[in-house]
């Protein structure tokens, strides 16, 4: 009975990757044991009073509700010294314990920044703003370190740490920025991170995360660029909007190459899609509804048909999970973007997250191992 239930769900996959434009057959064995959700902002919604409900209309915890739909991780951004007070290592540690009480396992995501770190921005916290390489590999150290054992101390050890925050060309710039092919300064921060983790839990996974899913050149330049200075990691992690980065079937071959390549697990650390084309507040949706992929509708129901597509491309390319990103992050105001004016910026995510402008989840939405 077990074995055709398995070939079943084979069958569908197939049919599934096929129906979203992917010719390539499914992997019949993988499973997706990481289904995350990033909940960096869900503490600022709680502490503001904001309310969830489940699909029934029930008021309940939103971890609850997420766990309901299949999430078993839950992912948690750290800026150093942000402005807002909140994403800081007070709040993540606060945020951690309920985390761990729900029985779900974590993931840190070091931005070593004050603020927002991504391809385009990768700016060093204030007090590291005037220090050398050499001081900056040990603050990488330091910090690190600290984050980490403070969360261990109370009972809540990382089950995993991303060194970086979509590092494409570097981290702590300029220090850590790669130039004209050079790894090396990159390499040497990254060194101190895993180190600092192993020294901390040697159990915790390093992930090194990249927004590479859009092109397979970039992402070997990346890897190989790091791998050839020696770089230890655990988990390759790559951010995939489908606005941004191309087609399912390019993802399925970043993917598989990236698996295949460098030998280890592969994850989607990042990912989702609009639910409607409205915006809720006066902050500029960060993706507006009328960018659409796969002719798929800015609906609750094509939400869940981008998302469900997305995972059987990640599990049938052999990747080991999918993280959606901000999935709680639901128009509340004084929730708002920028940290340095949490309370008059609003919410660019409100027409991506999984509960819509009352807080009601989107009840098409689940995460499938």
């Given at each position: 009975?077990?074995?055709?239930?398995?070939?079943?769900?084979?069958?569908?996959?197939?049919?599934?990757?096929?129906?979203?434009?992917?010719a390539?057959?499914?992997?019949?064995?993988?499973?997706?044991?990481?289904?995350g959700?990033?909940?960096?902002?869900?503490?600022?919604?709680?502490?503001?009073?904001?309310?969830?409900?489940?699909?029934?209309?029930?008021?309940?915890?939103?971890?609850?509700?997420?766990?309901?739909?299949?999430?078993?991780?839950?992912?948690?951004?750290?800026?150093n010294n942000?402005?807002?007070?909140?994403?800081?290592?007070?709040?993540?540690?606060?945020?951690?314990?309920?985390?761990?009480?729900?029985?779900?396992?974590?993931?840190?995501?070091?931005?070593?920044?004050?603020?927002?770190?991504?391809?385009?921005?990768?700016?060093?916290?204030?007090?590291?703003?005037?220090?050398?390489?050499?001081?900056?590999?040990?603050?990488?150290?330091?910090y690190?370190?600290?984050?980490?054992?403070?969360?261990?101390?109370?009972g809540?050890?990382?089950?995993?740490?991303?060194?970086?925050?979509e590092?494409?060309?570097?981290?702590?710039?300029?220090?850590?920025?790669?130039?004209?092919?050079?790894?090396?300064?990159l390499?040497?921060?990254l060194?101190?991170?895993?180190?600092?983790?192993?020294?901390?839990?040697?159990?915790?996974?390093v992930?090194?995360?990249?927004?590479?899913?859009?092109?397979?050149?970039?992402?070997?330049?990346?890897?190989?660029?790091?791998?050839?200075q020696?770089?230890?990691?655990?988990?390759?992690?790559?951010?995939?909007?489908?606005?941004?980065?191309?087609?399912?079937?390019?993802l399925y071959?970043?993917?598989?190459?990236?698996?295949?390549?460098?030998?280890?697990?592969?994850?989607?650390?990042?990912?989702a899609?609009?639910?409607?084309?409205?915006?809720?507040?006066?902050?500029?949706?960060?993706?507006?509804?009328?960018?659409?992929?796969?002719?798929?509708?800015?609906?609750?129901?094509?939400?869940?048909?981008?998302?469900?597509?997305?995972?059987?491309?990640a599990?049938?390319?052999?990747?080991?999970?999918?993280?959606?990103?901000?999935?709680?992050?639901?128009?509340i105001?004084?929730?708002?973007?920028?940290?340095?004016?949490?309370?008059?910026t609003?919410?660019?995510?409100?027409?991506?997250?999984?509960?819509?402008?009352?807080?009601?989840?989107?009840?098409?939405?689940?995460?499938?191992?």
């Amino acid at each position: 009975m077990k074995l055709s239930l398995r070939a079943c769900a084979a069958v569908v996959a197939a049919v599934l990757a096929t129906t979203a434009g992917l010719a390539a057959p499914a992997h019949a064995a993988n499973t997706l044991s990481m289904r995350g959700a990033d909940v960096s902002s869900l503490q600022r919604t709680l502490d503001l009073g904001g309310k969830y409900y489940n699909a029934a209309g029930n008021a309940a915890d939103p971890y609850d509700i997420l766990k309901s739909a299949g999430v078993n991780y839950a992912r948690l951004r750290i800026w150093n010294n942000p402005a807002s007070g909140y994403n800081n290592k007070a709040t993540v540690l606060q945020q951690a314990r309920a985390i761990k009480a729900k029985g779900l396992k974590l993931l840190i995501d070091f931005h070593y920044s004050d603020t927002w770190a991504d391809p385009g921005k990768q700016y060093p916290p204030a007090a590291w703003a005037s220090h050398s390489l050499t001081q900056l590999q040990s603050d990488v150290f330091n910090y690190t370190y600290d984050v980490c054992t403070a969360l261990k101390s109370q009972g809540t050890t990382p089950d995993s740490v991303q060194i970086g925050n979509e590092i494409n060309v570097g981290m702590l710039w300029p220090r850590g920025q790669v130039v004209n092919n050079n790894f090396a300064p990159l390499a040497s921060l990254l060194k101190q991170g895993y180190n600092a983790t192993k020294s901390c839990h040697s159990a915790t996974q390093v992930w090194v995360h990249v927004a590479d899913a859009d092109s397979m050149a970039n992402m070997r330049w990346f890897y190989d660029g790091i791998k050839a200075q020696g770089v230890p990691w655990d988990v390759t992690a790559l951010s995939y909007y489908c606005m941004w980065h191309g087609t399912l079937a390019n993802l399925y071959n970043v993917i598989t190459d990236a698996r295949t390549r460098y030998g280890k697990p592969v994850v989607i650390a990042e990912t989702a899609y609009q639910f409607t084309t409205a915006d809720a507040d006066n902050e500029p949706n960060s993706i507006p509804g009328t960018v659409l992929c796969d002719n798929i509708p800015a609906t609750w129901a094509g939400q869940a048909q981008q998302f469900t597509w997305v995972q059987n491309t990640a599990r049938n390319a052999g990747a080991v999970g999918v993280f959606y990103w901000e999935p709680t992050w639901y128009a509340i105001k004084g929730n708002g973007w920028d940290p340095a004016n949490i309370n008059g910026t609003g919410d660019g995510w409100d027409n991506m997250a999984i509960f819509d402008w009352n807080g009601r989840v989107n009840p098409n939405v689940r995460w499938t191992p």
